[in-house]
């Protein structure tokens, strides 16, 4: 049988799209070893200036002027005024995406963000390319951005999501609802006591897990110090990610409730097995990862955006509650004595996850490269 080559589109390496498009390449693998696998950083793709005017960019805006983001984001406008813009930076970069087919000569080709995505269509579309060509989104709203009439299908997250695709005129039959693909670590189950004994957690006590995604964003130490006020007895696990003067400050204080303090780990599959709840920004990959895994989830230091649009889909369909930095204090302690809450809050989760998004997604990848190698 021929061997399935693939290729998997994503950018920046400690994004969220790249953990997605990781966990599509591990689903294919599992499922097919033969498989031929690509997973590339689409940046690497353009120019060196292109690359570093959109990080740069955004996370000025992101960090010092989220008023101007959520303005651009989205926006209508803004995008009919860039399009042209991008035209130009899609055809820019056609030598070395067509180097980059020809190198791997892929039966199909999957992108879990909308730039690489919208860069392939635009060159299948002046090419005249028949490569089958998915759109996996990792959140829980479609920007502007993603739509084009040579994705041939749209993974999304869910009905809501998939009514957007229609409503933007995409029809039904190229918007499929999967979820968003996640680590198969967050699939298997684990032995919660030896967890518990291993990280000196008590499982008779509550089990805040703070994250902050990789880089421990957001307002974490004022999070902590907010939470070392609570009368009842708790445990807090802080996942720092890469900010080391988080970890160090955090190691170096002494609370009153028990604290740990952790740095990158891939130890957070276990780690939320154990936890009462989570509180953490709501980011796609964080959010479909807590729903798997059935922890309540409040939701700290959205973004604007994408997470915005996040926390309007969690807190519409029960599955979190929301408090800013100066509440957490009060959310948390009314969590923790009401477990009827916590526990309808997993019962949504239970309904709203797709713990097998990256199966499925790899079933429909399958499927399609057959399809084309056929013809």
């Not at 957070?268 to 990959?285: E, F, H, Q, R, W």
Request: charged residues 20%.
């Amino acid at each position: 049988m021929r061997r399935r080559r693939f290729l998997l589109l994503h950018i920046n390496a400690s994004s969220g799209h790249h953990r997605a498009s990781s966990a599509i390449e591990q689903t294919i693998q599992h499922l097919d070893p033969s498989a031929a696998v690509v997973d590339v950083d689409a940046f690497h793709y353009t120019s060196r200036f292109v690359q570093w005017a959109i990080s740069r960019s955004y996370l000025s805006l992101v960090r010092h002027q989220p008023d101007v983001w959520e303005y651009l984001y989205d926006n209508p406008v803004i995008h009919r005024r860039v399009q042209r813009l991008r035209s130009l930076l899609h055809r820019y970069q056609a030598t070395k995406l067509q180097h980059l087919l020809d190198t791997t000569r892929p039966d199909a080709i999957a992108c879990t963000q909308a730039y690489p995505c919208g860069m392939v269509a635009d060159f299948k579309q002046q090419r005249g390319l028949s490569i089958p060509l998915v759109g996996v989104l990792t959140d829980y709203a479609p920007h502007l951005y993603w739509f084009h009439e040579s994705v041939d299908v749209y993974i999304v997250p869910s009905e809501q999501v998939k009514q957007r695709f229609i409503t933007r005129g995409v029809e039904a039959s190229r918007v499929q609802v999967l979820g968003i693909p996640i680590d198969l670590g967050f699939l298997a189950t684990s032995d919660r006591e030896a967890t518990a004994r291993r990280f000196g957690l008590d499982l008779r006590q509550p089990i805040v897990l703070i994250m902050g995604g990789s880089g421990g964003f957001g307002q974490l130490r004022e999070i902590v110090l907010n939470l070392e006020t609570l009368p009842l007895a708790c445990q807090m696990v802080i996942v720092s990610g890469t900010n080391r003067p988080l970890l160090s400050w955090l190691r170096a204080q002494r609370f009153r409730h028990r604290v740990l303090a952790l740095g990158y780990t891939e130890e957070v599959p276990k780690l939320m097995d154990i936890a009462t709840l989570l509180i953490s920004k709501p980011g796609g990959l964080t959010t479909s990862e807590a729903l798997v895994k059935h922890v309540p989830l409040v939701i700290v230091d959205p973004i604007p955006g994408q997470e915005a649009y996040n926390v309007r889909f969690l807190l519409s369909q029960g599955a979190a509650v929301q408090a800013g930095v100066e509440t957490v204090r009060q959310t948390v302690r009314d969590l923790l004595e009401n477990p009827g809450q916590l526990e309808a809050m997993r019962r949504r989760h239970v309904e709203l996850a797709h713990p097998d998004a990256g199966r499925d997604i790899a079933t429909l990848l399958f499927a399609l490269a057959d399809r084309h190698s056929n013809h």
